[in-house]
């Protein structure tokens, strides 16, 4: 199992920053209501991350 930092990589703090730097095939997360946001693959959006209180930010 990978940890948390190794699913979630380099956190932003700006939702348009997030988007810029996503490719077409990832998703943007956050879990603070839109303090930070992460970018992962879908793979990796797991029901671990869910359970955290993570939340697929839509476009």
């Known amino acids: 199992m990978s ?5 979630l ?3 932003y703090f700006a939702l348009e ?3 810029v730097d996503a490719s ?3 998703v943007i997360i ?6 930070t946001y992460y970018i992962v693959t879908p793979e ?3 029901s ?3 359970e955290q209180g993570f939340k697929k930010v839509e476009a």
């Open 48 to 50: 671990e991350l869910l």
């Open 3 to 7: 940890s948390l930092s190794e699913l």
């Open 44 to 46: 990796n959006l797991t």
């Open 30 to 35: 956050t879990n603070d209501e839109g303090n």
């Open 17 to 19: 920053a997030a988007q």
């Open 9 to 11: 990589g380099p956190k």
């Open 24 to 26: 077409p095939t990832e």
